[in-house]
């Protein structure tokens, strides 16, 4: 029987071993710069922080303290999004993983806890866009910098989370009571096979239905719409099992092409975590 | 900058994700029963056992936690000798990570530490070869129930290991100052290019340079003989560089026809840990 931070610490490691994952590191792909070993070494990392979410640490400390150990390796973000659902569902996890439990975990955050979420940008570069002119001092890249500016605002981590949506679908995930998560979740179990192959499954049904946010920050909407459109053309005529040679190819032209949709990812992390914990899937 | 803990947790993962290891679970492949994913959550499952060595923990104690952190999954043994290894070099890491610290550490080793190490056979099946008559009361494959027959005779865990030893090259380390995990680690520092490519030289020179005592448990020296011999033909040709090819043949082979070199994975695994402790690679 895993303790919860050993199923979220379990979780990052099978997302990132799931394949093929289109654009994104996989046990049979790795990006340039960023490579299969950076996330092994960011799910090592991020443990402590885990465990300080499972003993019922303050979100915002836990998370950061998460990202920090997460960030010790060479090759930059690998976990950043994952480990904002994962904290929250850990917390949860105490008491009841159900979506009212993580609802009030989130709706308990403080304006310590957005404090401490803006401090772990500080650790590592996170991909964002411009934010609008009047929450130009809320920029989550300022970090630490940005700190007095939410205290004088008095706003909760929840409070940020909510501004930063539409647009970011990790955020949304705190705003619509971890939906996405708890689908993934069901689908896992629902899906046949090893834990690599319907994570992979689980992976191009969530790209399939909605456009990756990150996708869309990084390479415009267009694109973002283009993924969803080719990943549900896959879904649709189930290619996975019957085509699987041409989910091989999209996944190595979206790599080629930079496209890396990163939020997918981290709702296919927070599935595992959730599925894992339900004993819905076993390892 | 990680813990010793963490540090070792990460060594299991990067061992398992080293590719190609000819006949053994790696990035690449899987065996029909054991597979990629045992090796991710047996690396989870023994993180707290470490922990427990790296804060100043009875290394007996220690191991069986971690044994039975790693046990928590369906693949059966996936890391018994790594941690056998990893236990002993953590708690030296406290003080220094250096041959004469960890042959301090196995010689301060209790007749408790010994009942501890026969307990961790209770979580896991572990492929050993039948003692000779008068050790049969001390076969490890008792378990715990071999426990009394210890205490009688008043062996510690490094009495235990020097009875193993030849036939065990994982027990061969604690009698020979952890020679080979050093080597391995220097190995690792030596070569070039992706953690991945680089534990897989390493895991081939050692193959190349010892018959595995793993194989000739289970398939006789004879058998281990040649995987050696052919490893030394490999490695002689640099055939990871000159022809990759010929190494994942030799790979495939060995995983059709059931022979595993454990024990040099378990090598690897604890040159892994020493270079990084020693921020002689990175990650």
Redesign the interface.
Known sequence: ??TPA?NA??AL??EV?GTPKPGNVD??R?LEDL????F??G???A?DGLEMAANGGAVGAAFERAVA?MA???GGNTQFGSLLLLVPLVRAAREELSAPVVEAVCEDTTVADAANFYRAFDHVDVFVDDPPADMEPLDVRRGSDAVPAVEDRGLTLLDIMSRSVPGDDVAREWIEGFERSFRAAERLAAADG???DRTAAVFLAELAERPDTLVANRSGEAVAQEVADRAAELVERDALETDPDAVEAFAEELVARGVNPGTTADIAAAGLFVALEREAI??
């Open positions: 029987m895993r050993a610490q379990l490691l099978l071993a046990r049979r790795d490579r299969f070993e950076h092994l070494a799910a090592v990392g443990r150990g010790g390796q060479r090893p834990l690599g076993d390892v």
